[in-house]
């Protein structure tokens, strides 16, 4: 089968005009909007920063440049390859993925929103969450277990009568400190021991003012809080949530799950590959700009070759997430895992080499809040851990290259 990693024309052309947006309009108000953060209450929204925020927002839906991810009636009919350019140009900007309404964790929840959800939870959180309005979060690792084997997991979810009671706690829960964020879509443990280990969990959802949720904290990322947004340390107790919030049924937790974070972890790949791009376009402009004994720091040492192996595995990086959008664009999501297991671990490694090459370039101010290079570092650092740690993705990998051998004997 011939495998194209292109895109149409009329495609080539939407993103044209989502990389003007980026460069031109949004990535102009980056650090503006973040210095607004601390002043007053690092948990709420300062008015200048809503006004930056939904003022570009609101431009970018009324030219139609909004819900990118989405592959259902009334989007732009993208599909997994196309939109993993669109997830690259929106990476080199930390606002961009909400100003198109493409960031994450809410497209993967209106993802399950719409294909397991009941109309009336469409209705009260898909369309508002598809309009922008509001934010939500997904609770599933947590802190008394190795949730890295997500079969670990085990908040109580006990039925009582018409509702469920759910006791326990949640950590890096991403979003769950915005304000805006309205729902939770949270993984829970609903079988015994008596059952298989994939069929004893089970996801629910659950509105954030909830009596019995209590905020415990902001994890913080190398000592960043990321407020207002945020990454929260949550404890449920004795929370209850009407029957009818269980989604598909008890025990079906996983098989929401695969469905929700292959297609979450090639957006984080290329979001991280757009970011390798920014850093590594930062690294030449610093280079070319500034001397040292006499010569531009792009003519000493061995920087020649740091710029090439830097553009060579940013290449590489981008070809393998193409092929594994690819691979989910056939619809075997079985055949696609390995390819998603691949990238999964090679996009934030390569990303982290160029920021941190960039880093060097820059010297002291690297590190420094002058530059965004600290801030992309530690997010990237922080994407190898999430959706799964390098070691899981890499026994995926492995576990699928020996069967193939095993296959072979037999």
């Given amino acids: 089968m011939e495998m194209n990693l292109g895109m149409r024309p009329e495609t080539r052309a939407l993103l044209e005009r989502v990389a003007a947006m980026v460069r031109d309009e949004i990535a102009p108000l980056e650090t503006e909007f973040h210095a607004e953060v601390g002043r007053g209450d690092r948990w709420q929204f300062t008015p200048r920063q809503a006004e930056i925020l939904e003022g570009l927002k609101a431009r970018a839906k009324s030219e139609g440049l909004w819900n990118f991810w989405w592959a259902g009636d009334g989007g732009p009919g993208l599909s997994t390859v196309e939109y993993a350019y669109f997830a690259e140009e929106m990476g080199k900007s930390p606002l961009a993925p909400e100003v198109f309404n493409c960031n994450a964790p809410d497209t ?7 294909r397991y959800g009941t109309e009336a939870m469409k209705a009260r959180w898909l369309r508002p969450l598809m309009a922008g309005e509001i934010r939500s979060a997904y609770l599933m690792t947590e802190p008394e277990v190795a949730s890295s084997d997500a079969t670990n997991i085990a908040m109580s979810c006990v039925r009582d009568g018409e509702d469920y009671v759910l006791d326990g706690e949640k950590w890096w829960a991403t979003g769950a400190g915005d304000p805006r964020c309205a729902v939770y879509i949270v993984m829970v443990r609903t079988g015994g021991d008596d059952l298989p280990r994939h069929q004893r969990h089970s996801m629910i959802v659950v509105p954030a003012d909830t009596p019995g949720i209590e905020k415990l904290r902001a994890m913080e990322v190398y000592g960043h809080d990321d407020a207002p947004h945020g990454h929260m340390h949550i404890r449920f107790s004795g929370v209850r949530v009407p029957v009818e919030n269980l989604l598909l049924g008890e025990g079906r937790g996983f098989e929401i799950a695969q469905g929700r ?5 090639i957006h984080h790949c290329m979001r991280a590959i757009g970011m390798a791009e ?11 700009a500034r001397e040292a004994f006499g010569r531009p720091l792009a003519e000493l040492g061995a920087n020649h070759d740091i710029i090439a192996e830097c553009r060579m595995e940013i290449e590489q990086a981008r070809l393998l997430c193409l092929r594994a959008a690819w691979m989910m664009d056939q619809g075997d999501a079985r055949a696609a895992a390995p390819w998603i297991h691949q990238i999964k671990v090679v996009a934030p490694r390569v990303a982290l080499k160029v920021i941190d090459e960039a880093v060097q370039m820059f010297g002291a101010q690297g590190i420094s809040q002058d530059v965004p290079l600290a801030a992309m570092w530690h997010h990237v650092r922080t994407l190898r851990l999430a959706d799964g740690p390098d070691a899981v993705h890499r026994r995926q990998v492995a576990r699928a290259e020996l069967r193939r051998h095993t296959q072979a004997r037999v």
């Fill in 278 to 288: 920014a850093a590594l376009g930062m690294l030449c402009r610093r280079s070319l």
């Fill in 108 to 114: 993967g929840n209106m993802e399950v929103f719409h």
């Fill in 261 to 265: 974070l292959g297609p979450g972890r």
